[in-house]
């Protein structure tokens, strides 16, 4: 791509010629050219809009399903639908990228989104929240799937961790905010209007999409899907989605049980709603802390010297849920489990635009997301089956587990994808 920005401009010139012709200024090939600038409107606004509204109402689905007249095993299911909608729908979004263009999805799914928290907002019956819960899973799939098609395209790999953990980031500066006042609002007036306020950032998102987002190209392979599809893809990398896959899908497990096993147990020592959330808020501050050092951590030592610290860590923090019996302990479990999940920043986006295919990414990507959203999907229907059978703390022992054996496979059998230095 041809530069727009000339030599001698001042910084103040360069930064908005860079900031308002995002996809047109910078040499993707060229790491030294290549700006984070160019990222700012068309993907790093709408997605902080749409991770504030998810973090204002997706951590208290739980308690929500609880207010509706749920025990703790089926609020934990609850929370399983948005997985469930998510691995439903990875290989559809990315084949729906493939075939009528990511702008043209992205925007469909954002729309969507907002439907779907305005569903939730008037649910009576678990039931409507359930069924709001999965769309909800479905559309943030496709957003993902299409941040990650864009970045494969524009991003050099040089530069891919700290742009793509910046966009985990955003993630956890939403659930870091979005709780708090989720909280605060659904005890003061109630949950309603919190995923009133969800739908309406999602509105936001959408039109900043609208104006920003650039238009792909005409579709590479526009041909009708098949199975065969699928299973080739599956084939050609088997090796990397049975061990870089496999430590994925442990790393979300963990991720989306603690999303309902924190808010559970919290509500079990008999704390508020908005308490609740300002602990689940202070888990993801923490995460904050660690973003962008760890996206330089990534560019620099490598993808693997975040994600073992991760698997560890994350797994240190829901093995101390079982100790919490008192304000003190749930605070020490949120943190190291926020310390852990920082470590996480960006590393599923990161390895998955790193393996995938530069012609064609969203295909492999969507196949990708599919695959490890099938420990997105577990989390909170393990956490709800092992609570009904025994209870919250062997639930949060067996997840720490199986977050272990994620840090072993990570450590002795993914390769590393950083690229290597020239020179």
């Not at 309603?192 to 104006?211: C, I, P």
């Not at 993801?284 to 073992?308: C, N, Q, S």
Request: proline fraction near 5%; charge should be positive; charged fraction near 10%.
């Amino acid at each position: 791509m041809k530069r727009c920005i000339k030599q001698g401009q001042s910084t103040y010139k360069r930064f908005f010629v860079v900031l308002w012709l995002p996809m047109k200024c910078t040499d993707t090939q060229n790491p030294d050219s290549f700006s984070l600038l160019s990222l700012v409107l068309p993907f790093y606004v709408p997605s902080a809009l749409a991770f504030l509204g998810s973090g204002l109402a997706v951590p208290l689905l739980a308690i929500y399903a609880r207010r509706l007249g749920m025990a703790d095993a089926g609020a934990a299911f609850m929370v399983g639908l948005v997985g469930l909608g998510s691995l439903f729908f990875n290989i559809p979004a990315g084949l729906l990228m493939v075939r009528y263009g990511t702008r043209r999805a992205v925007l469909i799914s954002t729309f969507t989104e907002a439907v779907a928290a305005v569903l939730a907002a008037f649910a009576s019956v678990p039931w409507i929240l359930g069924v709001a819960a999965f769309i909800i899973g479905m559309t943030q799939t496709t957003f993902f799937v299409a941040r990650l098609a864009y970045f494969r395209t524009l991003v050099p790999a040089e530069k891919r961790g700290r742009a793509l953990s910046l966009i985990g980031g955003e993630n956890r500066f939403g659930y870091f905010i979005g709780p708090i006042v989720g909280g605060l609002v659904a005890q003061m007036i109630g949950f309603r209007y919190v995923f009133l306020m969800y739908a309406l950032l999602m509105a936001l998102s959408w039109a900043s999409l609208f104006l920003w987002v650039p238009t792909t190209q005409r579709p590479i392979n526009p041909n009708p899907w098949t199975p065969a599809q699928s299973w080739s893809i599956l084939r050609k990398n088997a090796r990397i989605f049975s061990t870089a896959g496999l430590a994925i899908i442990t790393l979300q497990l963990m991720r989306t049980a603690r999303q309902a096993l924190i808010p559970l147990v919290a509500h079990s020592l008999g704390l508020s709603v908005s308490h609740i959330g300002m602990i689940i808020g202070l888990m993801f501050f923490v995460e904050i802390l660690l973003v962008y050092p760890v996206g330089y951590a990534m560019d620099h030592w490598g993808r693997k010297a975040t994600a073992i610290p991760c698997l560890i860590f994350l797994s240190l923090g829901l093995g101390l849920l079982p100790l919490a019996h008192s304000l003190f302990m749930m605070i020490v479990a949120v943190v190291v489990a926020g310390i852990g999940n920082g470590f996480g920043t960006g590393i599923n986006m990161t390895l998955s635009t790193d393996f995938a295919p530069r012609d064609n990414p969203s295909e492999f990507i969507g196949m990708w997301r599919f695959v490890v959203d099938l420990g997105t999907m577990s989390g909170p229907f393990i956490v709800g089956l092992i609570t009904g059978i025994l209870s919250l703390s062997g639930a949060a022992l067996l997840v720490a587990a199986v977050g272990v054996g994620g840090a072993v496979v990570m450590g002795l059998l993914v390769p590393e994808t950083k690229p290597r230095s020239k020179g």
